[in-house]
């Protein structure tokens, strides 16, 4: 019975989600050169492949912005309310569109050309819209993907060891309040001025804080803990998802790991996801083998 409402739950959260971004689509400056020069063509630049979507379709959107931002309005909103109702191909069609999102909307979440850090959106809410979705196709027949919160947060922080979160500029960067209205950019201020005087205790804190919260997961009595954190990624480090801009697309990445971090506090296997999670635990040093690379590999797929 749990597990139905959870899953319940977690669908019509994803709908809301999709109406959400539809919503944000209307937005006046959606229909502006504004959107196509500060959200599609970063996107575009940050393409491994980007030469004929600079150089063919980007003029493209940009000469059509209202006829390109009502079809992504039209495809989002049907998207959302056929995933609350319910009809069978909508999950289907939320991966498949997410994943599309994810490649030419976000740039691959850009983690080929910025710091892999949660705290800056990382994978790309786009992505996590995607396993979202596969978790819901594959919930009973495959419970294990529920407990993908505790491994990517696993993951997020041995990423954080990437040397540029250690410098002042980075940590200044992103408690800077750039997507905050004015008049809450002081409500972060504070976190600033310590993130930029001590950024080496700060990103270990990160990393302490993301590792802590990876354990936490499978714990119920964590769960607060987790949300709290993501919370204060949410405000302080991603400004709401830069949603009062006036040019955001969607509420950026941490309200989506709260909701994968549901996925497993919620579920009735838990016996299952813990056996998975230790599995993956053990397998630890082979992760961070791969992560360690990472950065590297960021580099050289451009060269």
Do not use: R
């Given at each position: 019975?749990?597990?139905?409402?959870?899953?319940?739950?977690?669908?019509?959260?994803?709908?809301?989600?999709?109406?959400?971004?539809?919503?944000?689509?209307?937005?006046?400056?959606?229909?502006?050169?504004?959107?196509?020069?500060?959200?599609?063509?970063?996107?575009?630049?940050?393409?491994?492949?980007?030469?004929?979507?600079?150089?063919?379709?980007?003029?493209?959107?940009?000469?059509?912005?209202?006829?390109?931002?009502?079809?992504?309005?039209?495809?989002?909103?049907?998207?959302?309310?056929?995933?609350?109702?319910?009809?069978?191909?909508?999950?289907?069609?939320?991966?498949?569109?997410?994943?599309?999102?994810?490649?030419?909307?976000?740039?691959?979440?850009?983690?080929?050309?910025?710091?892999?850090?949660?705290?800056?959106?990382?994978?790309?809410?786009?992505?996590?819209?995607?396993?979202?979705?596969?978790?819901?196709?594959?919930w009973e027949r495959c419970p294990q993907l529920r407990c993908f919160a505790g491994i990517f947060l696993l993951a997020c922080s041995f990423l954080q060891f990437d040397s540029v979160m250690f410098t002042q500029n980075f940590q200044s960067a992103v408690f800077s309040g750039d997507a905050l209205p004015k008049e809450l950019v002081p409500s972060i201020e504070f976190v600033k001025v310590f993130a930029s005087s001590y950024p080496v205790l700060m990103n270990l804190l990160e990393i302490l804080l993301n590792f802590i919260s990876s354990l936490l997961i499978i714990k119920k009595r964590g769960f607060v803990v987790v949300i709290s954190y993501l919370v204060f990624v949410w405000y302080f480090t991603q400004n709401l998802g830069g949603i009062l801009t006036g040019i955001g697309t969607d509420p950026n990445s941490a309200p989506l790991i709260a909701l994968l971090s549901y996925a497993s506090y919620k579920s009735e296997r838990v016996f299952e996801l813990r056996t998975s999670w230790l599995k993956v635990s053990t397998h630890a040093s082979t992760l961070f083998a791969f992560l360690k690379h990472f950065k590297s590999f960021r580099v050289s797929i451009f060269t």
């Open positions: 019975m749990v597990t139905n409402q959870a899953y319940n739950f977690l669908k019509t959260c994803l709908g809301i989600l999709w109406l959400l971004d539809a919503t944000l689509q209307l937005q006046p400056l959606m229909f502006t050169k504004l959107f196509p020069e500060e959200v599609v063509l970063p996107a575009f630049e940050s393409l491994p492949f980007k030469a004929f979507f600079i150089g063919t379709l980007y003029p493209l959107i940009l000469s059509h912005v209202f006829v390109f931002n009502l079809f992504v309005f039209c495809v989002q909103a049907l998207l959302g309310f056929l995933v609350i109702v319910y009809h069978k191909s909508a999950l289907t069609l939320s991966c498949a569109w997410s994943f599309l999102v994810w490649v030419f909307g976000e740039g691959f979440g850009g983690i080929f050309v910025t710091p892999p850090s949660v705290l800056l959106g990382f994978p790309g809410a786009a992505l996590l819209y995607f396993w979202l979705s596969l978790i819901l196709i594959f």
